[in-house]
């Protein structure tokens, strides 16, 4: 197949773990026969310096016109002044939103070769295996932001479409999986949470009964995830308890750079990125971990593309290259087993073409 895939570097480690995502498919087209073109373009504090704006127009359009959008990181210390008006994030959120990506899939599952860097018992990490669906085009993120000499403001709100389709996603993910639904509210004090719980229940009665769905407070959620989270199977909510609730998710597995995340859209391009952040403080060294950033490629082969095969592949070569023992700093047991981005990139890049991986999946 032939197919338009957008890069967007973005800051920090983003430009390092991006590069080994596009080695990544780089091999998958070849070893497979089909045409990737890979086209670059600025996003964030590199797009600030280099034009004034987080997303210039020409970013936006090539995204548009992508069949989907891997994107690295934004972010960093050198624009993180709290006074300024122009921020890299802005990149990501208008972007997001230009999208219309308002389904951000986060897989959480802890792999048990790397149960020693979890900060919870390994017994607790047994048949973990969580998807969060967060939705991410609405709630306090976008609502309007208020400031004056008095005080600030920012705008909670959600629409009964934004809640539908998200829930509806949501529970078609649950069908292919153990059919439990978790849906996150405040719903005993905010208003939004309390539409968002009433429309769940409709679709998921209505339209999904084969779903069983519980509803859970967003502060019993947090605590749950450390206690039992061998409990939950799909989790949705709204964007800005999602975005918390998924880092908590996340060091459960041992290390925040393993993991990937889909943002979707209806029928448009999709948007893949690690979820760790720009991680300023090792940036060009070389070390970071390109893992979340080549899972989240293996995401692009699924969703965007179709290519099933292709992207069990490229998660059976990331299997492999963590059973070589190919791990940077902030997965290795010690730093003088740790090895470097380009090491580990070069390891799944071998395992894609190779004999191996295609045994493996066959
Ligand atoms: C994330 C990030 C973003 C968010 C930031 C960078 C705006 O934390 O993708 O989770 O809050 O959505
Ligand atoms: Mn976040």
């Known amino acids: 197949m032939k197919a338009t895939i957008a890069l967007l570097p973005g800051d920090g480690i983003g430009p390092e773990v991006c590069r080994a995502g596009a080695e990544v498919l780089a091999a998958v087209g070849e070893h497979y026969g089909h045409s990737?073109?890979?086209?670059?373009?600025?996003?964030?504090?590199?797009?600030?310096?280099?034009?004034?704006?987080?997303?210039?127009?020409?970013?936006?359009?090539?995204?548009?016109?992508?069949?989907?959008?891997?994107?690295?990181?934004?972010?960093?210390?050198?624009?993180?002044?709290?006074?300024?008006?122009?921020?890299?994030?802005q990149g990501l959120l208008?972007?997001?939103?230009?999208?219309?990506?308002?389904?951000?899939?986060?897989?959480?599952?802890?792999?048990?070769?790397?149960?020693?860097?979890?900060?919870?018992?390994?017994?607790?990490?047994?048949?973990?295996?969580?998807?969060?669906?967060?939705?991410?085009?609405?709630?306090?993120?976008?609502?309007?932001?208020?400031?004056?000499?008095?005080?600030?403001?920012?705008?909670c709100s959600y629409s009964v479409m934004e809640i539908e389709r998200v829930v509806r996603l949501a529970c078609e993910l649950a069908l292919t999986r153990k059919r439990r639904l978790v849906s996150v509210d405040k719903a005993n004090v905010l208003e939004t949470s309390r539409l968002w719980r009433e429309i769940t229940s409709r679709i998921v009665t209505e339209e999904y009964p084969a779903v069983h769905l519980e509803h859970m407070l967003v502060d019993a959620a947090a605590m749950y995830l450390i206690q039992q989270p061998a409990r939950f199977d799909v989790v949705v909510t709204e964007n800005m308890?999602?975005?918390?609730?998924?880092?908590?998710?996340?060091?459960?597995?041992?290390?925040?750079?393993?993991?990937?995340?889909?943002?979707?859209?209806?029928?448009?391009?999709?948007?893949?990125?690690?979820?760790?952040?720009?991680?300023?403080?090792?940036?060009?060294?070389?070390?970071?971990?390109?893992?979340?950033?080549?899972?989240?490629?293996?995401?692009?082969?699924?969703?965007?593309?179709?290519?099933?095969?292709?992207?069990r592949a490229v998660e059976v070569a990331v299997s492999g290259a963590i059973d070589a023992g190919l791990l940077t700093p902030d997965l290795a047991t010690s730093n003088a087993r740790a090895v470097a981005t380009a090491q580990v990139t070069a390891g799944v890049v071998g395992l894609v073409r190779g004999e191996f991986a295609d045994r493996a999946i066959a």
């Open 36 to 89: 990737f073109e890979l086209r670059e373009a600025a996003i964030g504090g590199a797009a600030i310096d280099a034009s004034g704006s987080p997303l210039p127009p020409a970013t936006e359009a090539l995204c548009r016109d992508a069949d989907a959008v891997l994107l690295g990181a934004v972010g960093g210390p050198k624009w993180s002044d709290p006074q300024a008006t122009v921020r890299p994030e």
């Open 94 to 155: 208008r972007l997001r939103h230009a999208m219309g990506v308002f389904a951000n899939l986060r897989p959480i599952v802890p792999d048990r070769r790397l149960s020693a860097a979890s900060p919870l018992r390994s017994e607790l990490l047994e048949g973990v295996d969580i998807c969060f669906v967060r939705e991410l085009t609405g709630g306090i993120y976008f609502g309007a932001k208020r400031r004056d000499s008095n005080g600030a403001s920012d705008v």
């Open 241 to 311: 308890f999602g975005d918390i609730l998924t880092d908590e998710a996340s060091v459960i597995t041992g290390s925040l750079g393993m993991l990937p995340s889909a943002s979707l859209s209806a029928g448009g391009p999709g948007l893949y990125e690690p979820i760790h952040g720009s991680a300023p403080d090792i940036a060009g060294k070389g070390i970071a971990n390109p893992y979340g950033t080549i899972l989240s490629v293996a995401l692009l082969l699924r969703h965007s593309l179709g290519l099933e095969r292709e992207a």
